[in-house]
């Protein structure tokens, strides 16, 4: 137990440990929107066509997370606009852009000249080379996204579960379809820095999936999504740590396990009492 907290005196582990706990503060709330609205794989497809921006942004000697940034957006933006507009299927655009960003992203990063950057680290990420920058950054961001849920709340949710609803009530629907695009595509991007995009699909979904399991109370399922992400990838790194194995699979490893069991305690429970019964 002493070899395993001995880790913690590394200020380069306590960096990775306060961005995951930031990371899954805020994938808690977005991630609750993504899945309340059933558009799990709308979040893959942004995820992975940032990935092109990555590509250009290094092919022309720009910031990579910047071209991220852009192509992230404008591919949420896209999809939205698809799917507002409905004259081509939501699951088809999405299929699209997502290999589309994924191609465009590889053949650029192998038509730069020079030094050619391991594609491992973007979808994988580094979090244990995480700097403060990086921490200023993802706590600014989370404030930010809890100011928007906080100020617009009863919106962000009428129009996760019931836009027609929305609709009757006055609520600009689209409006907040789009804004909520924009925050998505925010969100994702700043945290591939530090986790990779394959990861930053487990954070955005996998943690919201098992709070559902307790309630399917919107308000409820952000801060238990906050706490199955937090203890999911804060055990995945110290997995990491004993274990000798990268720390983005690990977290991602145990996320799902940690579902998994969770999921199966359930079932056993629910099994017992009908047995129970008769």
């Not at 059933?38 to 000697?61: D, E, N, R, W």
């Not at 979808?123 to 961001?141: A, E, K, P, Q, R």
């Not at 979904?205 to 919107?218: E, K, Y």
């Amino acid at each position: 137990m002493s070899d395993l907290l001995s880790v913690f005196e590394y200020q380069f582990f306590r960096n990775a440990v306060y961005a995951s706990v930031l990371i899954s503060i805020f994938a808690a709330m977005i991630g609750t929107y993504i899945v309340s609205r059933k558009i799990v794989f709308i979040g893959g497809g942004i995820t992975h066509a940032s990935f092109g921006g990555i590509g250009i942004a290094y092919y022309f000697g720009v910031n990579p997370f910047g071209g991220a940034a852009v192509f992230a957006i404008m591919t949420a933006l896209g999809i939205e606009w698809i799917a507002q507009k409905g004259k081509v299927r939501e699951d088809s655009a999405i299929a699209i852009l997502w290999s589309l960003g994924m191609a465009l992203g590889i053949i650029f990063v192998f038509m730069t000249p020079g030094y050619t950057p391991n594609l491992m680290t973007f979808l994988f990420g580094s979090i244990l080379s995480v700097s403060t920058t990086d921490l200023y950054m993802l706590g600014g961001f989370g404030i930010l996204v809890a100011i928007i849920f906080a100020v617009f709340f009863r919106p962000i949710l009428y129009t996760a579960f019931d836009p027609e609803f929305a609709r009757v009530m006055g609520v600009p629907v689209s409006t907040f379809r789009y804004m909520m695009s924009v925050l998505m595509a925010l969100a994702i991007v700043i945290s591939i820095r530090s986790i990779g995009i394959i990861l930053v699909l487990s954070m955005f979904t996998i943690p919201q999936i098992t709070a559902m399991l307790f309630t399917r109370n919107f308000a409820r399922i952000i801060p238990l999504a906050a706490v199955w992400g937090i203890s999911g990838s804060v055990t995945g790194l110290l997995l990491s740590y004993l274990l000798n194995i990268p720390s983005g699979a690990s977290i991602i490893f145990f996320l799902t396990i940690q579902f998994l069991v969770i999921k199966l305690v359930f079932v056993l429970k629910k099994t017992f009492l009908q047995r129970k019964r008769k």
